[in-house]
């Protein structure tokens, strides 16, 4: 994927998958310049549309003008309400990871499949067992990481849309499968991790494997979580770290970690999920929901204090910047790259984080906008914001 870093061979059976390109071409890849674009169709269907230079295109191809080598696709369980209800925020199913998959491959990308284990979003605050596993024992949740990873990833290839990275749980933090992995219940969480990542090599035994936590400027956290998980779980090749400046500590501390993990774990590292905001203005004409409808900005005024970069388009700009340098220079090579979270999610009716069927499924009030708009590299119009540049200009 990265540096000669892995040589997966993608093409079965004397077939030619999309993922397949040619070895060299992945020998020869650069730092990860990835994007989550999990709620690309949805906004897409809801009018969303994109534009670089003021002439409108493909956002996918845009990103890829500037830069991008990767997607990041989340995979949700069974995201729909008992009567068939989509939940919203992508509706990330299989038949929709497939669909963007296939875009991405076909215009040269790499695909790190991010697979939830829940029907909707899980992160250190939720991680909701899926609909049709909530009655089941711990060993029944075990095997059923197994024969659900296996069969994503065989629906996969026959698809040819075959991963270039296979992330086992979002955030883990706090574990998943709760209550029964919940933290510090390691135990468990090593066995439902482990599960998955049978899943993923009783497929392919070659694909890297991505563990991901949040908080990635907590060195505390990680140290804690993966000491415990080494002693216990299955091996892995890469460690993923979220990193949102708000909420996760300055720079310097997201660098400390990173530095000191690589170091303890001889892992590999990508941040899998990062963004910073662009601006400060309301998006709500853009939404076109009511005030008590609206979820709002992610980054009050009282967050925007403790960050490093002003929330402009400049600010942007040199916070890309800063992070890159931090990320590619960790000793050893190690900092493989990173995934911009959903570049391309913009404010258009429509599109929220969540709706109220599957605010109940996670025992959420609400409310359902989007909150994320001012974080994208696209403005609310979308056209490419100058942070696009400073990543397609970054070596």
Known sequence: M????????????????LAGKNQERRKMSKFIKGMD???LLEVEKCGGK?????VQGDALEILKTYGANAVRLRLWHNPYAEDGTPYGAGTNDLDTTIELAKRALQAG???LLDIHYSDFWTDPGKQFIPKAWKNYSVEELEQAMFDYTKSVMEKLREKEVFPTMVQVGNELSNGMLWPYGQVPKYDNLAKFVSAGIRGVRAVDKEIPIMIHLDNGGNNELYRRWFDEYMKRGEDFQVIGLSYYPFWHGTLQSLEDNMKDIAQRYGKDLIVAEVSMGYTMEDYAAYEKLSPEERKGYATRAALVEKIEYPMTKQGQCDFMEDFMNRVKNIPGGKGKGFYYWEPAWIPVPGSGWATPESLEYIQDKGPCGNEWANQALFDYDGNALPALKTIRDFE
Do not use: A, Q, R
């Not at 994109?50 to 003021?54: A, I, P, S, T």
């Open 109 to 111: 990308m790499d695909f």
């Open 37 to 39: 674009i999990s709620t």
């Open 2 to 17: 990265v540096c000669g870093m892995w040589l997966p061979v993608f093409c079965y059976d004397g077939k030619k998958c």
């Open 50 to 54: 994109f534009y670089n230079d003021k």
